[in-house]
């Protein structure tokens, strides 16, 4: 159980143009879901903090228009990369916690890697 | 400033020897959050532990165990019996709330642990 998928794992796009992530909890509801970036250099940051029915809540620094996230139902929540650049190619995680869970433990997708030519 | 130092980049262990991962953090915040994360070769990061400034009582979990002493600002992770499914990169992070109200995660630059049989 508590297994979260990611599409697609990889992409490359030209810049500019928007790539969408999807994030999806297979076998359990989720409420919360977070997104990651991971840089080349291993380097990790948590981007923002995604809410089923709400806005997402962003970590400072993030810019919101810049990464459009919505999570639309218990077992799935999707990042858009709009407009993007070469510096935005990076390892994007996801990851999901229990509906109702009584701890804090979050379940991580495979995670996609972006590439913007 | 938030600052997270994990100071040993890389150690390497045989086999069933115990190792200590450092984690110390900067923070002039009461509130605040640490977590373990750790990401094996295959990429798929693991959630390991949160734990609130608060609680400062030590946890073990099977042959993991946190130790978070707040007067040396520190939360060091221990593996006892270390086997070679522990070769990892392991994450500290700390977790702020800021002053517009939004929160800020901060990563240490991981410490690679090398198991060898």
């Known amino acids: 159980g508590a297994v979260v998928s990611q599409h697609p794992s990889r992409v490359i796009c030209k810049s500019g143009t928007s790539v969408k992530i999807e994030c999806r909890s297979l076998?359990?509801?989720?409420?919360?879901m977070f997104w990651y970036r991971q840089f080349p250099k291993q380097s990790l940051m948590l981007m923002a903090t995604?809410?089923?029915?709400?806005?997402?809540?962003?970590e400072q620094g993030v810019e919101k228009d810049k990464f459009l996230i919505n999570h639309a139902s218990l077992t799935l929540s999707t990042l858009t990369v709009t407009s993007a650049h070469p510096e935005d190619s990076s390892f994007y995680i996801c990851?999901?916690?229990?509906?109702?869970?009584?701890?804090?433990?979050?379940?991580f997708g495979p995670g996609t890697r972006l590439t913007v030519l | 400033a938030q600052k997270v130092t994990q100071a040993q980049t890389e150690i390497s262990v045989v086999e069933k020897e115990d190792v200590t991962l450092d984690c110390v953090y900067e923070?002039?915040?009461?509130?605040?959050?640490l977590f373990w994360y750790k990401q094996p070769p295959s990429g798929e990061l693991v959630f390991l532990i949160r734990?609130?400034?608060?609680?400062?009582q030590n946890e073990i979990s099977g042959r993991y165990s946190w130790n978070f002493q707040k007067s040396t600002s520190s939360f060091n992770f221990t593996i006892t019996a270390s086997q070679v499914v522990d070769s990892a990169v392991y994450f500290c992070?700390?977790?702020?709330?800021?002053?517009?109200?939004?929160?800020?995660?901060?990563f240490g630059a991981g410490t690679r642990l090398f198991v060898k049989a």
């Open positions: 990851s999901a916690r229990h509906h109702g869970a009584m701890t804090n433990e979050q379940f």
């Open positions: 076998d359990f509801q989720a409420t919360t």
């Open positions: 995604s809410n089923e029915g709400s806005k997402a809540t962003y």
């Open positions: 923070t002039r915040d009461t509130t605040y959050y």
């Open positions: 734990r609130n400034s608060f609680d400062e």
């Open positions: 992070a700390l977790r702020i709330l800021t002053v517009g109200g939004g929160f800020k995660t901060i």
